[in-house]
């Protein structure tokens, strides 16, 4: 059995607790079914900061680049509200999303059917909904320059951003939603804001181009991102892949979390392109939400999100298709059976912690 080379990044919060969960199916795919995983633990964000000054160390960057995937866990809070900018705990992940060219950030949004009911939205709106967000990881507002405050003199000073976006940025992050929607139903729409944004512009007509180039078999739509962030709350089952840049990804992903219960329910895998030899892409999994500083430490928090990116982990770095779908199984019959932790709890189901749902998932799994 090939050893699978695995970096685990807990981070700040809730992180460690979610990440816990983790390590006990990696204990139990290595004892039950000799998966081989071998893990390293490393320190990001403001964990990082606290240890040695800086969001990530280099020795972590070369295990990351080294690793078959990085397992991430989330990093932030208010203890780190005033270091300075460029180690913010942040900081550590974008660098991580950059040197490892993790260009694709794919996060589906899944209303597991136990859900549909207690949802704040009507359940008929979000009954068997499955979209999938395809998001622009390396590119745009997060990265492009100048990005900085400028003191203008007269008491006034100016923050700087700027939304940068090449054509083979566009083409490759349009290909890959395209990719994935033949896998799916086959409909790709693709969200900017070309009625404002130069980038919006080129973006609308890239995307278009690749599609006639390449994919002329996927359905495919164009949507401004403020009317799609509508539109997913509205009616969320027009939607099946949704490409769109880094921003607007991040924010409609959130928006896209609340249909499926919580945002502790949305896991994310987040891709390289495939080697030109071996194939293998660089890869990191990290559940969707972030360190939740409000909960860390109470035991409360939901594993959820974090364990259904090890489920992505094992299908798109080790084609454990399989093990991936007995997990994802296992996440959907405990919520079957009326486990929920708190930011998901509704009336007449049972209250659990963070662990006892790690113990109930496991269990299921092993069943
Ligand atoms: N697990 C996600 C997390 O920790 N997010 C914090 C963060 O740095 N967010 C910025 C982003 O994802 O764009």
């Given at each position: 059995?090939?050893?699978?080379?695995?970096?685990?990044?807990?981070?700040?919060?809730?992180?460690?607790?979610?990440?816990?969960?983790?390590?006990?199916?990696?204990?139990?795919?290595?004892?039950?079914?000799?998966?081989?995983?071998?893990?390293?633990?490393?320190?990001?964000?403001?964990?990082?900061?606290?240890?040695?000054?800086?969001?990530?160390?280099?020795?972590?960057?070369?295990?990351?680049?080294?690793?078959?995937?990085?397992?991430?866990?989330?990093?932030?809070?208010?203890?780190?509200?005033?270091?300075?900018?460029?180690?913010?705990?942040?900081?550590?992940?974008?660098?991580?999303?950059?040197?490892?060219?993790?260009?694709?950030?794919?996060?589906?949004?899944?209303?597991?059917?136990?859900?549909?009911?207690?949802?704040?939205?009507?359940?008929?709106?979000?009954?068997?909904?499955?979209?999938?967000?395809?998001?622009?990881?390396?590119?745009?507002?997060?990265?492009?320059?100048?990005?900085?405050?400028?003191?203008?003199?007269?008491?006034?000073?100016?923050?700087?951003?700027?939304?940068?976006?090449?054509?083979?940025?566009?083409?490759?992050?349009?290909?890959?939603?395209?990719?994935?929607?033949?896998?799916?139903?086959?409909?790709?729409?693709?969200?900017e804001k070309h009625n404002v944004m130069k980038s919006g512009v080129l973006w609308k007509e890239v995307v278009s181009a690749t599609h006639k180039a390449k994919y002329s078999d996927v359905e495919l739509t164009h949507m401004l991102a403020d009317a799609g962030g509508m539109q997913l709350v509205r009616w969320p089952k027009q939607f099946d892949v949704i490409v769109t840049d880094n921003?607007?990804?991040?924010?409609?992903?959130?928006?896209?979390?609340?249909?499926?219960?919580?945002?502790?329910?949305?896991?994310?895998?987040?891709?390289?392109?495939?080697?030109?030899?071996?194939?293998?892409?660089?890869?990191?999994?990290?559940?969707?939400?972030?360190?939740?500083?409000?909960?860390?430490?109470?035991?409360?928090?939901?594993?959820?999100?974090?364990?259904?990116?090890?489920?992505?982990?094992?299908?798109?770095?080790?084609?454990?298709?399989?093990?991936?779908?007995?997990?994802?199984?296992?996440?959907?019959?405990?919520?079957?059976?009326?486990?929920?932790?708190?930011?998901?709890?509704?009336?007449?189901?049972?209250?659990?912690?963070?662990?006892?749902?790690?113990?109930?998932?496991?269990?299921?799994?092993?069943?």
């Amino acid at each position: 059995m090939a050893t699978r080379k695995l970096l685990l990044l807990p981070g700040d919060g809730i992180g460690p607790e979610a990440m816990a969960q983790v390590t006990r199916l990696i204990d139990v795919l290595n004892s039950d079914f000799n998966a081989g995983f071998e893990t390293q633990t490393g320190l990001v964000g403001g964990s990082a900061y606290d240890a040695h000054g800086q969001s990530i160390s280099e020795e972590d960057m070369k295990l990351a680049l080294a690793a078959d995937a990085v397992l991430f866990g989330a990093v932030g809070g208010p203890k780190w509200d005033s270091v300075p900018y460029e180690v913010r705990p942040e900081a550590g992940l974008l660098r991580l999303r950059k040197d490892m060219e993790l260009f694709a950030n794919l996060r589906p949004a899944i209303c597991y059917p136990a859900l549909a009911a207690s949802s704040s939205l009507k359940p008929e709106v979000v009954e068997g909904l499955d979209i999938l967000i395809v998001r622009e990881l390396t590119g745009g507002v997060y990265f492009g320059d100048p990005k900085e405050i400028i003191d203008l003199g007269n008491g006034q000073k100016r923050g700087i951003d700027t939304q940068v976006y090449d054509t083979f940025e566009i083409e490759r992050i349009s290909g890959v939603a395209f990719e994935l929607a033949r896998t799916r139903q086959n409909k790709v729409c693709s969200m900017e804001k070309h009625n404002v944004m130069k980038s919006g512009v080129l973006w609308k007509e890239v995307v278009s181009a690749t599609h006639k180039a390449k994919y002329s078999d996927v359905e495919l739509t164009h949507m401004l991102a403020d009317a799609g962030g509508m539109q997913l709350v509205r009616w969320p089952k027009q939607f099946d892949v949704i490409v769109t840049d880094n921003l607007f990804g991040d924010m409609l992903s959130d928006v896209a979390a609340m249909l499926t219960g919580s945002l502790g329910m949305l896991p994310s895998a987040s891709l390289g392109a495939p080697d030109g030899v071996t194939g293998k892409r660089k890869a990191l999994y990290e559940p969707v939400h972030g360190s939740a500083p409000d909960i860390a430490g109470q035991g409360v928090a939901n594993p959820i999100a974090m364990i259904a990116s090890f489920a992505m982990c094992l299908r798109y770095s080790f084609n454990m298709i399989e093990e991936a779908d007995r997990l994802e199984k296992a996440i959907a019959e405990v919520l079957n059976d009326g486990l929920r932790t708190k930011d998901i709890m509704s009336e007449g189901m049972n209250e659990v912690g963070t662990e006892a749902m790690g113990d109930a998932i496991i269990a299921k799994y092993r069943a």
